[in-house]
């Protein structure tokens, strides 16, 4: 989609119906802070009768008790009601706000693998916590503050014409300046605000960076360095947060003063007509409170029309990501896989390109079911592509991936994705306990198969020895794995899954070449006997697979069984030469 077709569409395209669900909320938490706002807008007036009564000695007893009856009851009225239109605005806020991030989350897990390519994390997070937060703002805080604005100021507006037209014209004229400022100043305040939180959250990124890679800074003992590079992350911010604050620290007195000059008018003006007899002691103290009580909404409307400045930026970012819909779609009569499959893969002259970059050349391969196939060649040559494409990560740009004879692209995406079991290069491990990462299917899977898992890919007694067993946390909560355990653990998750087609890309580099054979020889006794590949550099691996396919730029550049290859005296038997040269050096 377009920009401009982005920016044509209405702002509230995903968060109008969310709005409207709540919109029974918000119109109550709004009439209810018109009911405190008129009745904050009474008190001055039964106080001004009070004081003119007082001072010219005609107030009695029970004229004093009423008027304080009705100020309590109004008091009680506005504490309780200021409860209630927080409740319901600021709640519908949060509820607003939790709805949006449930639908941004939905939308990042059905989004496919090449919106995550381009997408930075530290992008996506800021969507989810920042942006989702200036949403909320605006139509919590922001909202309110705009009905504060019209209710607060129509009213006592209203009181004050009610006591002296000229007087109130006067003591207008400061505060419409203090609204002027507020309104200029607003988006100046908001840019700079922004370039705050930009150096704010690279600064964060630093950090967030050198503690990931604090192992590194230390073996290359780059400390100075890593020292240097916060310090100028850490000056820009407090180069651009003191311009903020001279901004600002300007605009907040300002205000004060123009608050002050009103009241000024308000002693001078009121003071003669008060000295002429035509205006009560009673009306010049109402008077004050009413300055006093418009000051804030003048002021409000400034934070306002920032918030929303800022949520209407943010609901753009939001929107332009909920808008996009996967690349990697089902069809509508996709073919659910009811029992199991074959495990039958073809690659008929698969093309994969990117950028105009052929990663995939015309590639086309057979494997039958049950048979072990390994996949070897240079970096880049396209070997984790392959898995990419059978798993729908991708679709090829020309070409078919079938599986049993069906073109991948027909099956249900669930479906086809729960027969493949995939141990990727970039081992995962979630913050969580031995057994969940381990049993992550939606499966129904007991003890009795996570241990056969594990005893399959040679972890189960490492486990065993931790004495929390499948419980042990692992990652920054709990215990470190080793490289090799931690590739073990992800291959028992596959294992878990019983898949028709298991790949191990790269899975077994971390590990010593018996467990290697062991964890290989095991699955060759699985009873399912998967369709398996292997994908690897290390000859070791790949001489006890069925047929290897050796990869060169997007192509398969030789094919056939381990001894096949070798007497092709080729790219394969090269490394293989290689690999033997340095195991015998490994060994003396
Ligand atoms: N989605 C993508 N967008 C752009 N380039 C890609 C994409 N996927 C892969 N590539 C590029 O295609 C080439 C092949 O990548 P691939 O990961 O398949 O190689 P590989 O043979 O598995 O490499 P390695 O041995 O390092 O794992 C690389 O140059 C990679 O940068």
């Known amino acids: 989609m377009s920009n401009t077709e982005t920016k044509q569409k209405s702002i509230w395209r995903h968060l109008g119906p969310i709005i409207r669900k709540y919109w029974v909320r918000y119109l109550c938490g709004i009439l209810i802070l018109a009911a405190v706002d008129i009745s904050q807008t009474i008190i001055p007036g039964i106080t001004a009768t009070v004081i003119d009564d007082l001072s010219s000695f005609t107030a009695t007893a029970h004229t004093l008790l009423v008027a304080l009856l009705q100020i309590s009851a109004l008091v009680a009225g506005i504490t309780v009601g200021r409860y209630f239109w927080r409740f319901l605005i600021w709640g519908s806020a949060r509820y607003l706000e939790q709805e949006v991030r449930d639908n941004l989350f939905a939308k990042y897990l059905e989004l496919s693998a090449d919106f995550h390519d381009v997408h930075k994390t530290g992008d996506l997070m800021a969507l989810v916590t920042n942006d ?43 505060l419409a300046l203090i609204a002027l400022i507020v309104t200029r100043a607003g988006p100046l305040v908001f840019k700079l605000f922004k370039r705050v939180q930009d150096a704010f959250s690279a600064l964060t990124d630093y950090v967030e960076e050198a503690m990931t890679g604090m192992r590194i800074i230390k073996v290359f003992t780059r400390e100075k360095d890593a020292a240097r590079g916060l310090r100028v992350k850490a000056m820009d911010l407090q180069r651009r947060d003191i311009h903020l604050i001279k901004i600002w620290g300007l605009a907040g007195p300002l205000i004060d003063f123009l608050g002050a000059i009103s009241v000024l008018v308000l002693l001078w003006y009121g003071g003669i007509l008060a000295t002429r007899g035509t205006f009560t002691i009673g009306g010049l103290v109402a008077f004050n409170t009413y300055i006093g009580m418009l000051a804030w909404p003048m002021t409000a409307l400034g934070q306002a029309i920032n918030l929303f400045q800022r949520g209407q930026a943010s609901a753009a970012r939001i929107n332009e990501i909920l808008d996009r819909s996967s690349t990697i779609q089902e069809l509508p009569d996709a073919v659910s896989i009811e029992g199991e499959l074959r495990g039958d893969v073809d690659f008929e002259h698969v093309t994969f390109e990117r950028e105009g970059h052929k990663i995939l050349d015309d590639v086309s391969f057979h494997i039958a079911s049950g048979e072990k196939i390994g996949i070897i060649g240079p970096i880049g040559s396209g070997k984790t ?93 709990g215990v470190t794995l080793s490289g090799g355990e931690k590739q073990r653990v992800t291959i028992a998750r596959a294992f878990l899954k019983k898949p ?54 997007g192509r398969v550049a030789e094919e056939g069984t381990h001894s096949a290859l070798l007497r092709k005296h080729d790219w394969y038997w090269r490394v293989f030469r290689r690999q033997l040269v340095e195991h015998k050096v490994e060994k003396e």
């Not at 992550?440 to 890919?457: F, H, N, Y």
């Not at 070449?513 to 292997?534: M, Q, Y």
């Open 132 to 174: 989702l937060e200036a949403v909320r703002q605006s139509l919590g805080d922001g909202l309110l503050m705009i009905s504060d604005f019209f209710i607060m100021t129509t009213f006592t507006l209203i009181a004050m014409l009610r006591f002296n037209r000229a007087l109130t014209l006067l003591a207008l004229i400061p």
């Open 385 to 477: 592509t392959i898995v990419s494409l059978l798993t729908r990560a991708y679709d090829p740009s020309a070409g078919k991936v079938l599986v049993d004879g069906v073109d991948v692209r027909r099956y249900r995406l669930k479906d086809l994705r729960r027969a493949i079991g995939v141990v990727t290069q970039d081992v995962f491990l979630f913050s969580d306990s031995l057994e969940e990462n381990i049993n992550v299917t939606d499966l129904p899977v007991g003890e009795k198969e996570i241990g056969e898992a594990t005893k399959q890919s040679d972890i189960y007694n490492n486990i065993s020895e931790f004495k929390d067993e499948f419980g042990t946390i692992v990652g920054e909560r």
């Open 500 to 553: 028709r087609i298991l790949v191990l890309d790269d899975a077994l580099s971390a590990v010593d070449a018996d467990t290697e054979k062991h964890i290989l020889d095991n699955i060759a006794g699985f009873t399912s006997r998967p369709t398996t590949i292997v994908i690897s550099n290390r000859i070791s691996a790949l001489r006890q697979m069925d047929r290897v396919l050796v990869l060169n730029a």
